[in-house]
């Protein structure tokens, strides 16, 4: 009965929601939570169902097989404890395996109990009130990692760093410990040491998220892009409607001349946040890129929409309206760019070939000479000057 209340107790009015797929564990679990006085529960056999659950509950235990079809009880555990309304909910994973690496590991990503099947009644209810009195209470080498983190944030860097090393001595295959290293190396502007600790970190704990998410950040520096790739790919999948990483993708598989995918991350990055103005950039380049102007043009008049001012989009829209032969059009944007960067050689040379195909060739010479003054060394500009016999 004591051991009832305390359950009761520590859970309030909330629920426990419990991802069990077996009939006969289902079962058991239901006679134990009533043997613990514990009435408000639901159990599901998927994530799917999990996370149809979790819109209407109000969870203060989450208890979840290891192995499910459509992810492992680590996979869930990491996606909800993304949630900050369940970050300090604590979790117990269940298994028929004894995986005692891979619990330390799993910790890090917020699992608070382990309980291996089959288990008994006294085993389940120490299980349940261990996690329950935790309350995601961190372990030594978490708390020895806080304590890092802190410091750092103080400005503490070589304290900080020892206590990473101390926590990392603790347990190698720290991942949490692995990225504080590696922040202490970008703070020494080592983004070499910094990439290698943290593929280390993700090597020793894939599920671990910042390791992913950091080095997306330094790819995104340093390259190359297929590194970006690899990583913003798993960014992705664990964080499958944040725009960021679809917006990176496609600007990477641009970069690597993989235009399908490019195109395919580009408009994904706009069904997510359809007021990403770099999306429809990105877009309107990949389509000039593929010499479909009307295309391009109608991306770049949509990233205008939302950014006037950006003075790339107003010279590659300048340039689709001129491949359309719209050269009014084309002029207008040029000069706008113009107004805000009165000294791009680039924008006025494409603006003297506008004025040139328009047949206003006094005005094209004058622009061409303008860069030339900017640029002598401007081929391009030296060239039309001489077909138009000003050389």
Not at 23 to 34: A, D, P, R, V
Not at 245 to 257: H, M
Request: proline residues 4%; positive net charge.
């Amino acid at each position: 009965m004591k051991s009832g209340f305390g359950a009761r107790n520590f859970l309030g009015n909330q629920s426990v929601l419990i991802i069990e797929p077996t009939l006969n564990y289902k079962n058991s679990m239901k006679g134990f939570l009533s043997n613990l006085k514990i009435t408000n529960y639901k159990f599901v056999s998927t994530v799917r169902d999990a996370k149809i659950s979790l819109l209407t509950m109000d969870v203060g235990l989450f208890i979840c097989e290891w192995s499910l079809k459509d992810m492992n009880g680590i996979q869930f555990c990491r996606e909800i404890k993304e949630n900050p309304r369940h970050q300090q909910t604590p979790f117990l994973l269940l298994s028929v395996e004894n995986l005692k690496k891979d619990i330390i590991l799993a910790s890090e990503v917020g699992i608070d109990g382990y309980l291996l099947k089959p288990f008994s009644f006294e085993e389940f209810r120490d299980s349940v009130m261990s996690v329950l009195r935790v309350k995601r209470a961190p372990n030594l080498i978490n708390k020895t990692i806080d304590e890092a983190l802190e410091l750092v944030r103080l400005n503490e860097i070589d304290r900080g760093e020892l206590l990473f090393e101390q926590a990392r001595q603790a347990n190698p295959q720290s991942a949490r410990a692995l990225c504080g290293l590696a922040q202490i190396a970008e703070l020494r502007n080592d983004s070499a040491r910094a990439i290698m600790l943290l593929k280390q970190a993700h090597h020793a704990n894939p599920d671990y998220v910042d390791a992913i998410r950091h080095l997306v950040e330094l790819y995104l520096i340093r390259g190359p892009a297929r590194e970006l790739i690899e990583m913003a790919e798993k960014a992705h999948k664990i964080s499958p409607e944040n725009p960021k990483y679809t917006l990176i993708l496609a600007k990477a598989f641009l970069e690597e001349e993989d235009l399908p995918k490019s195109e395919l991350f580009f408009k994904k990055t706009i069904r997510l946040s359809p007021k990403l103005a770099q999306a429809y950039k990105g877009l309107g380049r990949l389509y000039l890129i593929q010499d479909d102007y009307d295309s391009a043009m109608k991306n770049f008049e949509k990233a205008l929409d939302f950014d006037e001012k950006d003075v790339s989009v107003l010279n590659s829209l300048g340039l689709a309206y001129v491949k359309l032969e719209k050269y009014p059009e084309g002029i207008e944007k040029y000069m706008a760019a113009l107004r805000m960067r009165p000294n791009d050689f680039r924008i006025i040379f494409n603006l003297g070939y506008a004025k040139e195909k328009l047949g206003d060739l006094e005005a094209a010479r004058f622009y061409y000479q303008q860069v030339l003054t900017h640029n002598p060394e401007f081929d391009k500009a030296k060239r039309r000057l001489k077909n138009l016999g000003a050389a």
